[in-house]
């Protein structure tokens, strides 16, 4: 790690970093021009672009950590898509609590994305890419479409470029601001103009997705890698990471109970204990107690869990969580668990877009009986009732995962916090039932039966 240059975050803290002049002085737009300097006469291919990205091995930096090169290889060919157009959609949402490194990226680093998009459109034969942003992120999107506008007028965007034949189009999307836009098909119908509700896969976005053409989800940070990829080689990339499978620099967003809280750029498999002492440990010298890995919806880890894990996808993966969107959220001995998970449960009630009964009905369940117990109303059925719904919630019961996301922080922290949840319902003003509800009646019923009895 010691002597580990950044990738990403290379230009950060650089004088005017967001011009196309300094990122052109520090070889912006090196690989761009290459590419479409060998489009003409058949050096540069779209295949040949798709092929690098294959072999370095990158997997998406947006949450699922889909192999990116192969995601692209699922855009059906010219022959067989006919006349219809494919697209490019850069995930710039980033609504994930605790994350905020492709914001960073957004607002001090604009052109890297911006090539990463143009070289991703040429392998995929693209002829109009859009940005789609989150709708608070509005300073972002100011520096976004000033560094498209300084694009286009250096022909590096438009009709013909550098007399290539290639034609490229950028547009910067606003959206209004909805966690589920994040997930890629309610993204579709989000910048097709329509609610944001995800679709029913089969068809995939890369068979029918914007507009009923090919698309291609990438997020942010993915779209930067292939920038760097295209700069220096597949081997140089697949050398920075922990091993073939998890590749390539990582971003991390660590936040909480740390003392220096931030977007940290780190080889993909640093040690959690590792990245903890880039942060400077723990706030206070106080100990760890948990830590969620990638964001909200990743499952909750304790310190014995979580010290030695690698921070990739499989690492994590191993350890029963995942890395997500490295939204890294560090919790001390201090932390009150029944009250954060609460807190992440009111986000996921609120955000929840409606379309699946036991999202849209169970999501706002869990944080009423949340809120009962640390509101010193908790029954003694509550703390296996909350274990109950959430399990009538997940595991391919909504058509996307928004459901399984949302009950990720009360499985984890229920069975591993538990006493601290039980704590609460013993100090109850209002304990309710002495046994936990029957099985045979439904999680709704006993919610009504709770009511009644307490009204």
């Known amino acids: 790690m010691s002597d580990y240059q950044p990738v990403l975050l290379a230009r950060l803290g650089k004088k005017s970093s967001c011009a196309l002049e300094t990122y052109v002085a520090d070889g912006g737009y090196a690989s761009w021009k290459k590419v479409l300097a060998g489009a003409k006469s058949g050096e540069w291919t779209p295949a040949k672009v798709t092929d690098l990205v294959k072999a370095s091995g990158l997997r998406g930096r947006g949450g699922a950590g889909f192999p990116t090169g192969m995601k692209w290889t699922f855009v059906p060919p010219k022959e067989k898509r006919g006349d219809k157009p494919v697209y490019l959609l850069c995930n710039a949402d980033e609504s994930e609590p605790g994350t905020f490194k492709d914001r960073l990226l957004i607002e001090t680093d604009p052109h890297q994305i911006l090539e990463g998009m143009m070289l991703a459109s040429f392998a995929l034969e693209v002829k109009h890419a859009y940005v789609y942003i ?6 972002g999107a100011e520096i976004l479409n000033a560094a498209v506008a300084e694009a286009y007028a250096a022909g590096l965007l438009g009709r013909d470029l550098l007399g290539s034949g290639v034609d490229l189009d950028v547009t910067i999307h606003r959206g209004a601001g909805a966690y589920i836009c994040g997930e890629e098909t309610a993204l579709i119908e989000s910048i097709e103009g329509k609610r944001g509700h995800p679709r029913i896969k089969p068809p995939f976005p890369a068979v029918s997705g914007a507009w009923n053409a090919p698309t291609v989800v990438n997020n942010v940070e993915t779209l930067c890698c292939v920038k760097h990829i295209l700069d220096r080689g597949p081997d140089w990339f697949k050398a920075i990471g922990r091993n073939d499978r998890n590749t390539g620099p990582k971003l991390y967003c660590v936040s909480g109970h740390v ?22 440990g723990v706030k206070g010298g106080r100990k760890l107690k948990a830590v969620i890995p990638g964001g909200a ?70 944080n009423k009986m949340l809120k009962r117990i640390v509101n010193g109303e908790g029954r003694q059925a509550d703390v296996d009732l909350l274990l109950q719904v959430a399990g009538q919630m997940g595991n391919g019961m909504t058509i996307c995962v928004f459901a399984d996301a949302a009950i990720a922080p009360v499985l984890s922290a229920v069975p591993k916090f538990r006493a601290e949840f039980e704590a609460y319902v013993a100090r109850s003003k209002k304990p309710g039932f002495d046994e936990p509800a029957p099985s045979d009646i439904t999680p709704k019923v006993a919610e009504r039966m709770a009511e009644g009895m307490h009204s």
Request: glycine share 8%; charged share 20%.
């Open 297 to 366: 919806s990743a499952p909750m880890l304790t310190a014995d869990e979580i010290l030695e894990v690698p921070m990739d996808f499989d690492g994590v993966a191993a350890a029963k969580s995942m890395l997500g969107s490295a939204a890294v959220v560090v919790m001390d001995e201090t932390t009150d668990m029944p009250k954060a998970v609460t807190n992440i449960s009111k986000f996921f009630a609120h955000e929840s877009c409606g379309q699946c009964t036991p999202c849209r009905e169970g999501t706002p369940w869990l």
């Open 259 to 280: 003392e220096k809280p931030g977007v940290y750029e780190a080889p993909m498999g640093i040690l959690f204990k590792d990245l903890l002492a880039m942060c400077g």
């Open 134 to 139: 989150r709708g608070e992120m509005v300073h």
